[in-house]
């Protein structure tokens, strides 16, 4: 098993993120590997929630959309904090706190609104771009939320171990994006160029975020 470190220090400040163009035909094949990744601050502190994509380089693969997903407002709170999905998947934003949230956001990957509402809208939001989405409460300031759009099908959310693991991933030339809550607002992630070969690796990326 190899193992590829790298510390990344730059970030991309946009809403949303664009990919190569063409679209070719992926399988996992004979010769699709595990990837193993993890997300640690410069200190080597375990990262949970954070999200690793793994992007094709040259040409996207195809992705399916989830087919049921929810955000839940609770406790004045969105749970769960972060979610990661595919492009095209529609997410319901039920309301099971007693008072009414009217949900938002104006990020450039999806700008919509939920006005004020309790209980369940009845139609879901589709997520159709590739991006960050930050969410928010017009009536609760302090409640926010991020949805991470991925335009490819290697995709992961770290564990409060900040471990998480891709599977099926074929060799190839990839950019590791790693994004967190806590890089600077507008940051689309950090990208790294990496090789993914014929043997299970692992992945350790360590993000620029203050430790608490």
């Given at each position: 098993?190899?193992?590829?470190?790298?510390?990344?220090?730059?970030?991309?400040?946009?809403g949303a993120w664009a990919g190569p163009v063409?679209?070719?035909?992926w399988a996992p094949g004979a010769n699709a590997?595990?990837?193993?990744?993890?997300?640690?601050?410069?200190?080597?502190?375990?990262?949970?929630?954070?999200?690793?994509?793994?992007?094709?380089?040259?040409?996207?693969?195809?992705?399916?959309?989830?087919?049921?997903?929810?955000?839940?407002?609770?406790?004045?709170?969105?749970?769960?904090?972060?979610?990661?999905?595919?492009?095209?998947?529609?997410?319901?934003?039920?309301?099971?706190?007693?008072?009414?949230?009217?949900?938002?956001?104006?990020?450039?990957?999806?700008?919509?609104?939920?006005?004020?509402?309790?209980?369940r809208p009845e139609n879901p939001v589709e997520?159709?771009?590739?991006?960050?989405?930050?969410?928010?409460?017009?009536?609760?300031?302090?409640?926010?939320?991020?949805?991470?759009?991925?335009?490819?099908?290697?995709?992961?959310?770290?564990?409060?171990?900040?471990?998480?693991?891709?599977?099926?991933?074929?060799?190839?030339?990839?950019?590791?994006?790693?994004?967190?809550?806590?890089?600077?607002?507008?940051?689309?992630?950090?990208?790294?160029?990496?090789?993914?070969?014929?043997?299970?690796?692992?992945?350790?990326?360590?993000?620029?975020?203050?430790?608490?």
């Amino acid at each position: 098993m190899t193992l590829l470190h790298f510390l990344i220090r730059g970030a991309r400040h946009a809403g949303a993120w664009a990919g190569p163009v063409a679209l070719l035909a992926w399988a996992p094949g004979a010769n699709a590997v595990t990837v193993q990744l993890q997300a640690v601050s410069p200190s080597g502190r375990p990262l949970a929630d954070a999200v690793l994509l793994l992007e094709p380089q040259g040409a996207k693969a195809p992705v399916q959309p989830l087919p049921r997903v929810e955000i839940v407002q609770q406790g004045r709170r969105f749970i769960p904090a972060v979610t990661v999905v595919p492009m095209g998947t529609k997410v319901h934003f039920p309301n099971q706190d007693t008072v009414r949230h009217h949900v938002y956001s104006f990020s450039s990957a999806k700008k919509f609104e939920l006005k004020l509402y309790v209980g369940r809208p009845e139609n879901p939001v589709e997520f159709d771009r590739a991006g960050v989405v930050v969410l928010g409460c017009n009536i609760h300031d302090k409640m926010v939320g991020w949805v991470l759009v991925a335009d490819t099908p290697w995709y992961a959310k770290t564990a409060a171990s900040g471990h998480a693991t891709l599977s099926d991933v074929p060799p190839g030339a990839y950019v590791l994006r790693s994004w967190h809550p806590d890089l600077p607002a507008g940051s689309t992630g950090i990208e790294q160029p990496v090789t993914v070969g014929q043997v299970p690796m692992n992945l350790v990326a360590s993000l620029p975020v203050a430790d608490r």
